[in-house]
Every structure is written in C-alpha cells, then in structure tokens.
C-alpha cells in the first residue's frame, strides 16, 4: 500500500519561495517515479515535475523551468519542490504523487498513488 502526504503550501508574495514536502510510505516496487502536479480553479491538472525514485533525472513543466526544483531525501523517504520566483500564475492546489512509468512525460494516468493536496497562493 502506498501512501502519500504533501503539506507546506502557504499563501506567498509573488516573487518569494516556498517549498512543498511529499512524505511517502509504503513504496514498492510498483512505484519508479514521484511527481508534483497542480490544479487551478477552471484549469486542467498540470504536471509540474518529477523525479525518479532510484536516479537523479527530474522534469520540469516549461512554466516552470528555471523556478522550481524537485528533490529527494530518501532516507527521510520524502520529495521536496522548491518553489522561487513564485508568479500569480503558480496560485493551484498542489499533488504529490507516485506512480510507473517514464518521468519525462508527466502524465497522470501513470501516478496511481495521490495525495490530498496542498494549497499554494500566490499574491502581491
């Protein structure tokens, strides 16, 4: 069973940092990829960026390259996304989730394990 928790969105200041923390559990070997995805109100879910468990590719949203930045502490067996240079744009609820499949593609049919979301906004 696999199990995941964000936690650490806040209500920022546009152009401050945050960071985002996933604790996982339960991993198996069903799961080779962590990924941070986000929705806003009227807005398709977007993938963010992703991780693989057992490597040091990570993946990034075009919207995002250059801001953010995806992390792993595998010993704490949990995934971070440092958020800088936060934009009005980046107001969503944020998911953690894990899944198989290639990283790069940031699909979410390939994340079968979801966390509850976290809410980041972002104002001036």
């Not at 198996?28 to 963010?48: H, I, L, Y």
Request: net charge positive; proline share 1%.
């Amino acid at each position: 069973r696999v199990q995941v928790v964000e936690s650490g969105g806040h209500s920022v200041q546009a152009g401050g940092s945050l960071r985002l923390s996933c604790a996982a559990s339960g991993y198996s070997a069903s799961v080779n990829c962590m990924g941070w995805f986000r929705q806003a109100p009227g807005k398709e879910r977007e993938g963010v960026a992703s991780i693989y468990t057992h490597g040091t590719s990570t993946f990034y949203a075009d919207s995002v390259k250059g801001r953010f930045t995806i992390s792993q502490d595998n010993a704490k067996n949990t995934v971070y996304l440092q958020m800088k240079s936060l934009k009005f744009e980046d107001t969503a609820m944020y998911y953690c989730a894990a899944g198989m499949g290639w990283c790069g593609l940031l699909a979410a049919h390939a994340f079968k394990h979801w966390g509850q979301g976290t809410q980041v906004t972002v104002s001036s």
